[in-house]
C-alpha cells in the first residue's frame, strides 16, 4: 500500500521562485489537506479539502495555493517563494467526516528551503 | 483558540520501564484526541484517536486517556522498548477539518 505519497523529498529555492509540492493517495479518502512543520512549533494547517473541486484555507494559507482536480491528488503551490516559507510540508487524508471519525494519514513530508 | 501542550519536551527511559506522556488542551469542546507517532524524517504515523464520549482506547502495550472535563490526555506506554523511541503528538479535533497540535514529546528508550 502507497498511502500518501509526497514529491519531492527536498527541494531549495530562490527567494520568488514558484514551484509545486505534489501529494497524491491511494485509499480514495475525500478529505485531504496540507501541514507545514516548524521548529518547535505544532504542525499548522494550511490549507483543506473535503472533495475533488472543493478547498478551503486553514489557519496559515498567505502564500500559498491549491487545487483538487481528483479524489487522488492534492498539489499545494509556492507563488514567489520567501524565506519565511522554509519548512517541512505535510499532506495527510482522512476517510469519513474528516477528522470526526477517522484518523489522518500522513505522507512523509517535503523538506523546503529557502533562500 | 485551542491552545495543545505537551510536557515535558523530551524524556529518557531504560528499557522495560512503563511510562505516561501529558497532553492538555484549552478548549474541552473537541470531537476527539489522536495520538501520532513521528520518527526523525518520516511523516505521522496515527497511533490511536478517542472520541470525545470515550474515556479511553487501547492498542497493544498503548493506552490513552481522555478527560475531556479537566482538558488531559495521557498516552501510557507499558515495557517500553527501544523501537518505541520517537517524537510523540497530540491533537484535537474541534471541528472536520482541522487538528491543533501540541509540540510534542521527544522520548528515547534506552538499552
Known amino acids: 500500500n502507497a498511502g500518501v505519497t509526497q514529491t519531492p523529498k527536498f527541494r531549495i529555492l530562490k527567494i520568488g521562485q514558484s514551484m509545486t509540492l505534489q501529494c497524491a493517495q491511494d485509499?480514495?479518502?475525500?478529505?485531504m489537506y496540507w501541514y507545514r512543520q516548524d521548529p518547535g512549533m505544532g504542525l499548522k494547517l494550511i490549507y483543506y479539502?473535503?472533495?475533488?473541486?472543493?478547498?478551503d484555507k486553514g489557519e496559515v494559507p498567505n502564500g500559498y495555493n491549491v487545487s483538487r482536480s481528483t479524489t487522488e491528488d492534492f498539489p499545494l503551490r509556492l507563488e514567489l517563494a520567501a524565506p519565511s516559507q522554509t519548512s517541512v510540508y505535510f499532506c495527510?487524508?482522512?476517510?469519513?467526516?474528516?477528522?470526526?471519525?477517522?484518523?489522518?494519514?500522513f505522507g512523509n513530508g517535503t523538506r523546503l528551503t529557502v533562500t | 483558540k485551542q491552545e495543545v501542550t505537551q510536557i515535558p519536551a523530551a524524556l529518557s527511559v531504560p528499557e522495560g520501564e512503563n511510562l505516561v506522556l501529558n497532553c492538555s488542551f484549552t478548549?474541552?469542546?473537541?470531537?476527539?484526541l489522536q495520538w501520532f507517532r513521528q520518527d526523525p524524517g518520516k511523516g505521522l504515523t496515527s497511533l490511536l484517536l478517542?472520541?470525545?464520549?470515550?474515556r479511553e482506547q487501547t492498542s497493544g502495550r498503548l493506552n490513552a486517556s481522555l478527560d475531556k472535563s479537566s482538558g488531559r490526555s495521557t498516552l501510557y506506554i507499558a515495557a517500553s522498548q527501544p523501537g518505541d523511541s520517537a517524537t510523540y503528538l497530540c491533537?484535537?479535533?474541534?471541528?472536520?477539518?482541522?487538528?491543533?497540535f501540541g509540540t510534542g514529546t521527544r522520548l528515547t528508550v534506552i538499552p
Open positions: 478517542i472520541q470525545s464520549s470515550q
Open positions: 485509499m480514495n479518502h475525500n478529505y
Open positions: 495527510a487524508s482522512s476517510y469519513d467526516r474528516g477528522s470526526y471519525n477517522s484518523p489522518l494519514h
Open positions: 478548549d474541552s469542546a473537541i470531537y476527539n
Open positions: 479539502s473535503v472533495g475533488a473541486g472543493i478547498t
Open positions: 491533537a484535537v479535533s474541534s471541528g472536520a477539518n482541522n487538528l491543533f
